[in-house]
């Protein structure tokens, strides 16, 4: 059911991507080789991932609903995707045949009476929901882990969803049902010439209301970065009824009742559409890469350009050891990539001043480096393109990372410039400390993902071999220094990555007391019997 499969390729229902595109056993024997070395420890032995035949799932806890047959889901496939996302903690569960807090079913609405049936039936039946996606969650939001107040889970599988409804050529902007999935989500705008330009990482396997419930960052790295800017409207089932707010380029008429819903996390209620602002696609497209002996420099560099106003498209800053990883630089240079990219106008003027703000911070340009193309080509050549292939294979990489027993960790953040180097020494500092401390060993390397006028995002990788018996444990040690960190640093505990489960001790501590008791309360109106992803956000109520 759903989308979980295609004619020719099947997806995993224990971790990233498609089974037939992720690395083979040899493969990830080099790949474990290539760690060992690194960290002087001894070839691991290579962990097969799950099969169905090996996953035993306890029965649901209670029947199904004889009004939506046809709607939920029992299959083993379906219940054993839906039981985690696609975090580090969750791949390793995944690999301990631990399918523990699978979902009862899986509901699979092909429209709003579907959703409002589900909702309805689960509120009266004492059952939780959760609203589910692609299933690219990194911090458990779509884990169906819930205390004992509730009879069941019901994962609510938006997939069937899945259309570009109306496009206002006009105005520019389109109202498309929340199931659908990035690729065709493009696909529907591209014969108008229209685009949304939204790609986080996780584009092929994500959708467009997972974007706007997580409120997730995208490709792009300045101006527009969340898909908070592009929402002009949504639509939004809840326990307690129908909620859609106006088509609107702008309005001041009190709190927007769309942030309400952006970044709610399936905690108040289920998007179900949404009218979205587009964009005319690129055709002009450019890109360089600059080389720092600094890496402090080079983030001078970053806030100059940001500062300029020149707004590119890509402004990703990779010290050394992120760079030469990722085969995008040599061992002792960071490595700048800016690009531009615009549907109306050629980039030269706007590149030729980055690169002067780059150079004025010492960086070095090739001679030539970042002339105007017509085509693709321009986020395709050299570092940019290098770098761009290392970021689209690295969850499938990370998979094979925990088959051979390793730690394979991110975590992000946002600060202001003025803190920024505090931040960065004071967490690779502390993380090298903890790694020593838990794993013997191991590596921590930044790169900013998003610029702003008033700060960068920095996105740290931690690698780190660990006892196999203990991964978990490893990580949650890792995971909590890094967490305790960034608060303390003054960041904040995501830029993009959504809070679900794991986050919410520091979410709680970045977040006003007044305003945790607004959302809460918010929640016991839309949501009284609590059962809309219960423990996200708004903590299980005694």
């Not at 399918?99 to 579907?114: C, L, M, R």
């Not at 939780?128 to 889970?153: F, Q």
């Not at 740290?460 to 995971?479: H, N, R, Y």
Request: glycine share 10%; aromatic share 8%.
């Amino acid at each position: 059911m759903g989308s979980t499969k295609s004619e020719t390729r099947t997806r995993k229902f224990w971790g990233w991507g498609y089974e037939e595109e992720a690395p083979d056993r040899e493969h990830q024997q080099m790949i474990g080789g290539l760690l060992a070395a690194r960290f002087g420890t001894q070839a691991p032995e290579i962990v097969s991932p799950p099969t169905l035949a090996e996953i035993e799932l306890r029965k649901p806890r209670l029947a199904s609903p004889p009004i939506l047959d046809g709607t939920f889901s029992e299959h083993p496939f379906d219940r054993a995707s839906h039981t985690y996302g696609k975090s580090f903690r969750d791949i390793v569960r995944a690999f301990r045949r631990d399918f523990t807090n699978a979902p009862d079913f899986v509901a699979f609405p092909s429209n709003e009476q579907d959703v409002d049936a589900v909702l309805d039936w689960a509120t009266h039946a004492g059952v939780a929901v959760i609203p589910y996606g692609g299933g690219s969650s990194v911090v458990a939001g779509v884990e169906p882990r819930i205390g004992d107040g509730y009879r069941g889970a019901v994962s609510l599988d938006l997939s069937r969803l899945d259309r570009v409804l109306e496009i206002d050529e006009v105005s520019r902007a389109a109202r498309i049902q929340a199931g659908i999935f990035g690729p065709a989500l493009e696909d529907g705008l591209r014969p108008h010439g229209l685009t949304l330009r939204h790609f986080p990482q996780s584009f092929e396997f994500s959708t467009l209301g997972g974007w706007i419930a997580t409120r997730a960052g995208g490709h792009y790295a300045t101006l527009y970065t969340h898909i908070d800017d592009f929402v002009e409207s949504l639509r939004v089932l809840t326990p307690s009824g129908l909620i859609e707010s106006r088509r609107l380029p702008g309005s001041g008429a009190g709190p927007s009742p769309d942030r309400m819903f952006i970044g709610s996390e399936g905690s108040l209620g289920v998007i179900t559409e949404a009218w979205m602002r587009l964009q005319d696609r690129p055709v002009f497209r450019a890109s360089a890469s600059v080389r720092f002996a600094d890496f402090y420099a080079a983030a001078q560099a970053v806030r100059a350009v940001s500062q300029a106003g020149l707004y590119p498209s890509n402004l990703r800053l990779l010290d050394a050891a992120e760079a030469e990883t990722n085969g995008a630089g040599d061992a002792g240079h960071a490595v700048l990539i800016v690009g531009f990219e615009s549907a109306d106008h050629p980039l030269d003027a706007w590149m030729q001043r980055a690169l002067e703000c780059c150079r004025d911070c010492g960086g070095q340009t090739a001679d030539g480096a970042g002339a105007t193309k017509k085509t693709e080509e321009g986020e395709r050549d050299g570092a940019a393109g290098a770098w761009r292939n290392a970021f689209l294979r690295a969850p499938y990489l990370r998979d094979a990372i925990v088959g051979c027993g390793y730690i394979s960790e991110t975590f992000e953040t946002a600060v202001t410039w003025n803190r920024f180097e505090e931040l960065h020494r004071g967490i690779v500092s502390e993380i090298d400390d903890a790694l020593a401390r838990i794993c013997g060993a191991g590596t921590v390397t930044c790169r900013f993902t998003h610029a702003y006028p008033d700060g960068p995002a920095p996105y740290f990788t931690v690698m780190a071999p660990s006892v196999p018996s203990s991964q978990l444990e490893q990580w949650d040690e890792i995971k909590a220094a890094a967490g305790e960190a960034i608060i303390r640093l003054g960041g904040t505990i995501t830029h993009h990555h959504a809070i679900g489960r794991d986050h919410t001790q520091w979410y709680e501590q970045q977040r006003p007391d007044g305003f945790g008791r607004a959302l809460a309360a918010a929640k016991q109106s839309l949501d009284e019997r609590g059962i809309m992803n219960p423990g996200v956000l708004v903590r299980e109520r005694d």
